[in-house]
């Protein structure tokens, strides 16, 4: 079945950096862009950000641009995202989830990974 | 502020229909619904509008008119107590997905 597990959350003073990742399995991950979802505490679901397929289309969210960069290698079925200058506004639970093609939802999502900025 | 208007909250008793709607959609684009447990990984509900993925009760429908869209559950029952979020598309936005800010259904 197809599976999404995030890691690398945890604590990080403002200003720092942080890579989260999410390990694929259950699927042909090469063949299906991925997506970054968060949810900050209270609040609801934000899109982050997407990457196509074989990696070289990338969208962002004007929340994050320039300080995120989203990248995968398909040789280990493993999504990042790499976060830097990181503020209070960035604190969330972090989800990523699979695309679902052409009509643009999220078939599949993982569990999470909590990222708290907090000095 | 989310693009997508949903009412914060709705509830109702065991058995009866509830709807939950979402404003300001794109007429161009679909509209998905996610039901969320907090703590858990939230589940695709309702795709392009109208269509259940597998193993989603027909309990649960979706309709779409114009800029509008909502999501209605019949009989309703204590673990579909969760958030409910729409979604959708906005290329007007810099071409991004977009979320409506939740709607928490309570089971009196």
């Known amino acids: 079945q197809v599976q999404l597990v995030e890691s690398g959350g945890g604590v990080v003073q403002p200003g720092r950096s942080l890579r989260l990742s999410c390990a694929a399995s259950g699927f042909s991950f090469s063949a299906y862009a991925i997506h970054w979802v968060r949810q900050a505490p209270g609040k609801g679901l934000e899109w982050v950000a997407v990457i196509g397929s074989n990696g070289v289309n990338k969208y962002y969210a004007d929340s994050v641009k320039g300080r995120v960069s989203i990248s995968r290698d398909n040789s280990k079925n493993t999504l990042y995202l790499q976060m830097n200058s990181l503020r209070p506004e960035d604190m969330a639970v972090y989800y990523c989830?699979?695309?679902?093609?052409?009509?643009?939802?999220?078939?599949?999502w993982g569990q999470g990974t909590l990222v708290t900025v907090s000095s | 502020q989310s693009v997508l208007t949903q009412p914060p909250s709705v509830s109702g008793a065991p058995g009866q229909r509830v709807t939950i709607s979402c404003t300001g959609t794109?007429?161009?684009?679909?509209v998905h619904w996610y039901q969320h447990v907090p703590g858990t990984a939230p589940k695709l509900l309702m795709y392009?509008?109208?269509n259940r993925p597998s193993g989603v009760p027909d309990r649960f429908s979706g309709s779409k008119s114009g800029t509008s869209a909502s999501l209605a559950i019949s009989g309703l029952q204590a673990d579909d107590e969760a958030d409910y979020y729409c979604?959708?598309?906005?290329?007007?936005?810099?071409?991004?997905?977009?979320f409506g800010g939740g709607t928490k259904l309570t089971v009196v």
């Open positions: 392009g509008n109208t």
């Open positions: 979604q959708s598309y906005d290329s007007d936005l810099n071409d991004s997905w977009v």
């Open positions: 989830a699979r695309d679902g093609g052409w009509q643009k939802y999220f078939d599949y």
């Open positions: 794109n007429a161009d684009y679909d």
